[in-house]
Each structure stands twice: as structure tokens, then as C-alpha cells.
């Protein structure tokens, strides 16, 4: 049987949260080359739909640090908001603005400053370039260091949540009132899944966490990393944070879980057979517990 979930109204959910968006841009320093692809596909008698050659404009090295940070705030975005219903922009707890801005502030400043390394180095590997690519070298590849510019760009936008009862247009009453009961379903269904993403997140990280001890118990690898432990402990960290509706059975189970499972190092959970043991009894039954709260159907505990 599942648990029931605590959905307040709508209106409430306008009023904790706003809808945040992260737009990130890079060059992708690739080009196809005809001339290559042409060349070999005849080469191995293949037809002309059989591949497509691209040419890396700069060493793959170049970008790295832009591309590394740019993957971090996604992941950052993705863990600090809950989902909403269309693919772009995701729901912003208020209790969790500050910190979110903040930090996204810090890697707005780092994409910035990689891309200005970037760019500093762009004119020396491009006078490199004839010897890098040899015959495949275009100077029509490359643009001016101020085209360049304009290619990279980390962005956030921040928006209200739609209210129902601010919707105004020119239409006959029922029409309006339809629209305003159709919005307010979609606003207590992404509540909804906001908070079942919230106890799927958890659930995952403590089946994650009985997982890896398993696989030491049962010699199926000899390694336990850190993050094992310090992942659980940033998510239980951050869920107040993101607990929409205050949901006391969700934080209970959260102090649950930091009491029981977060109270050990890696290095007890690797060297101490008994802590282990301790600790997977202890999982598996905040696993059992939560599978009401997110409807079962998850991976089979182990061990």
C-alpha cells in the first residue's frame, strides 16, 4: 500500500518556489570535412551515407576545463531544483534561492574565467593548426577571437510559477475558468512528482550505499570510496532544503537516515566487518520502509 503524500494547494506551491532555467553555450571547436569524408569512404568502398569525418579545430585539451565546469553546473542545477513538466526550466525551492544562487554565481564566474584562458591561447592554436590538421587545414574554420567571444555563455533565468487565479485574457468566462482549472492540475501533479523525486533520490542513494557494501562483503571488489558516504550526506543536507512542503514524513526519514547510516567514516565502513553488518540491516529497512512513499517497483536489495 502506498504511504499518502502531503500535497498542499497549488496556490502554495506558487508562493515557495519560482522556475529556474540554466542556459549553457560552447564552441564546439568541430567541423565537418567534406573532402575527408568523401575520400574515405571511397577509400573502403563504402557509400556516401556510410560516415561522417569531423576535424577537432583545437586539441581536445583546450576546451577541457570549459567543458568540465560546464557539466558541473549542469549536474549542480539538476541536484539543487525538482523536476517541472516541460524539459527547460526546473523548480526552485525558495529556502534553497540563496545557496543556489550563490553558488551558480561562483560558476558563472569560473565558465567565465576558463573561457578567457580560452581565449587568451586561441591565436596560438590557431597559428598551430596548419601543422596539426595538415591538408585539412581551412583558415575559413576559425573565427575572430571576437566571434569567438560571442560563442560561450552561462546564463540563469528566474521565473514565477504561473498562477491560475493572475490569468487574464480576452476569453468568455468558462473558457478562462477551464484554462485556470487545467493550470492548477498541472500545479499540484508537478508537486506531486517534485516531492516523489525527492524520496526516489533518497531511495536511491541508500540502495546505492547497501550496494557497494554488499559487493565488499561478498569480495565482488575491494574498494569503497568516499563518495559513497559523502553523497549520502550532501543529499541529506540538501533535502531540507528542497522539501517543498515541509513534509514531516520525509524528514524524519531523512533524520533516519543521518542518524543511522551517516554516522560512519569510509574507513569504518571498509575496515569493520561488524559496522557493515550494522549499517546494511539498518539500509534495508529504510529501504523497506520508503518503497510505500515512492510505490515500489525499485532494484531488488541485495545482501
Known amino acids: 500500500m502506498t504511504a499518502p503524500m502531503t500535497i498542499p494547494s497549488a496556490k502554495g506551491l506558487t508562493e515557495k518556489a519560482m522556475l529556474v532555467m540554466v542556459s549553457i553555450s560552447q564552441w564546439t571547436a568541430s567541423k565537418l570535412d567534406p573532402q575527408v569524408t568523401e575520400k574515405v569512404n571511397e577509400d573502403h568502398f563504402a557509400r556516401r551515407d556510410a560516415g561522417r569525418w569531423r576535424k577537432l579545430l583545437v586539441p581536445k585539451e583546450a576546451l577541457a576545463a570549459v567543458a568540465a565546469i560546464a557539466s558541473e553546473t549542469r549536474c549542480f542545477h539538476y541536484a539543487q531544483t525538482l523536476p517541472w513538466h516541460d524539459a527547460g526550466p526546473r523548480i526552485l525551492p525558495a ?30 592554436y590557431r597559428s598551430q593548426a596548419p601543422v596539426r590538421l595538415g591538408t585539412m587545414y581551412n583558415p575559413k574554420d576559425y573565427p575572430t577571437v571576437e566571434q569567438l567571444g560571442r560563442k560561450f555563455a552561462l546564463e540563469v533565468s528566474v521565473s514565477p510559477l504561473p498562477a491560475a487565479q493572475d490569468f487574464r485574457v480576452a476569453l468568455a468566462d468558462e473558457e478562462i475558468r477551464t484554462i485556470q482549472a487545467g493550470l ?48 549520502l550526506q550532501d543529499l541529506v543536507d540538501l ?65
Open 184 to 231: 492548477e492540475a498541472r500545479l499540484v501533479t508537478a508537486q506531486a512528482a517534485a516531492m516523489k523525486d525527492l524520496w526516489q533520490r533518497l531511495y536511491d542513494a541508500v540502495f546505492r550505499m547497501m550496494e557497494r557494501l554488499t559487493a565488499l562483503d561478498t569480495q565482488e571488489t575491494r574498494r569503497l570510496y568516499t563518495s559513497v558516504v559523502t553523497n
Open 95 to 124: 529556502k534553497n534561492y540563496l545557496h543556489y544562487s550563490q553558488e551558480l554565481q561562483q560558476k558563472k564566474g569560473a565558465f567565465e574565467h576558463a573561457v578567457a584562458e580560452f581565449l587568451d591561447q586561441y591565436d596560438l
Open 239 to 303: 533535502l531540507p532544503r528542497l522539501n517543498l512542503n515541509d513534509d514531516p514524513a520525509l524528514e524524519n526519514m531523512r533524520r533516519e537516515v543521518e542518524a543511522r547510516l551517516c554516522r560512519y567514516t569510509r574507513d569504518d565502513l571498509k575496515d569493520n566487518p561488524r559496522i557493515r553488518k550494522w549499517v546494511k540491516e539498518d539500509a534495508r529497512a529504510i529501504l523497506d520502509a520508503m518503497s510505500g512513499f515512492i510505490g515500489g517497483g525499485h532494484a531488488q536489495h541485495q545482501g
